[in-house]
Structure formats: structure tokens, C-alpha cells
């Protein structure tokens, strides 16, 4: 994903020709080979690389974010966080993640579903930012939504196909997946962290989540 803040990039993606403006988001699929050339003297970009849990056959596209967009104070608020490696630290960058993709839903109604995930976007955020706290009931989240608790978990599950428990259990485990490869922190510390005190009960999920162990996950290259 980049996002560019000043000059034009020209995108040549085997004969594609995309053109990358000020307050324009890029996305390119993993392993698409390309060529890039300016069509200014300068040219600044931000990226965020990251990696789809299932893969998807698309081709590159661009969003026109518009210049009044919350979307390059969120690159940044990434960036600066990006520098610390505390377990908090990358929840929250996780949080800005996906409040950058809610974003670009939502200005380009991507989505027919798109309302509804602006009912519940602002518990997705609280359950984000306190994913380590583990409140995560029904009641708590429908309030901060401000609807019932039966609209809520029909709302959640019509936009994530999984109840907020399951889903709270998914995204710590690609968390914990990162911490174990990328930090190399050891099964016990990664499973305290993510407040898991049972390492037997940890690695049982995590197994049932990714189909490997935390132990093999970590030693993969």
C-alpha cells in the first residue's frame, strides 16, 4: 500500500499504466513485478507492506483519497510508532492498519456493507486498541456503538462472518504469528504478552488458527 504526499509516480505494470497523484493510495498484489518512473524532480511516498491472511487474485488499482483525509496523519502516527517494539505498540499499529482500510472503504464505498461498518467501526477500534485487555463483551461494544446488543453481534457478524470473540482470537494470533518470526521472542513470552497464562491452552489455539505450532512457527524462515 503507498500512499503519495508530493510529485507523480508512473506505475508500468507489464503495459498497465497507473499514475500515482498527491493524496492517492496505491495497492499492489505481492509478487507483481513493475517499473517505476517519476513524472516530477521529486517525489515522496509512504508504504506499508503487509501480507493478506488468504490470497486474492487482484490486480493493482488506485483510491483517490481527496485532499481533505485523515489518511497521511495515520501514515505518520504509524511511522513514528513503528520505532518501538512492545506488544501494545503493534496492536495499535494494527488498529491504524485497519483504520486506514476502513477509511478507504468508506470514501470509496467499496462495499455495499459500508454503513453498517460505520455503526460498529468505533467498537472495531476499541476492541483493536485493547486487545490485550480482553473486555470485550457484547454489552461494552454495543454501547459503544450505541445500538443493542442483538443489532450489534448482526452487524459484526454480516461484516466479519465470526462472532467479536472469535475475531478478537484471530487478530491476536497474527499477532502473536509476528512477534515469534519478526521478533523472535520466545513461545512463553509471546503467549504472557498476549494474555495467555495457560502456554498449553495458547499453543492449542494458535495450532487451530495457523495448522503449525508456535515453536515451528518460530523457526520458520
Known sequence: ?????????????????????PNTVLMIPKDVAYSIYLNDQKSL????????????????????????????????????????????????????????????????????????????????????????????????????SGISNRYFEKLFFKEYKVSPKQYIIAYKIDLAKELLQNEKKSVTDVATSLGYNDIYHFSKIFKKHTGMTPGECKNRK
Open 1 to 21: 500500500m503507498l500512499y503519495t504526499l508530493e510529485g507523480t509516480e508512473i506505475y508500468d505494470f507489464s503495459g498497465k499504466i497507473i499514475y500515482a497523484e
Open 45 to 144: 511516498v509512504m508504504t506499508i507492506d503487509f501480507e493478506l491472511s488468504c490470497s486474492m487474485d487482484i490486480s493493482p488499482f488506485i483510491i483517490k483519497a481527496g485532499e481533505n483525509n485523515s489518511i497521511k496523519s495515520i501514515f505518520k502516527e504509524m511511522f513514528n510508532l513503528s520505532k518501538s517494539n512492545t506488544p501494545s505498540q503493534q496492536a495499535l499499529l494494527k488498529s491504524l492498519f485497519y483504520k486506514i482500510i476502513s477509511q478507504l472503504i468508506l470514501s470509496e464505498s467499496l462495499y455495499s456493507t459500508s454503513t453498517n461498518f460505520l455503526k460498529i467501526s468505533n467498537a472495531i477500534d476499541y476492541m483493536h486498541k485493547h486487545c490485550l485487555e480482553g473486555d470485550f463483551r457484547i454489552e461494552k461494544l454495543s454501547k459503544i
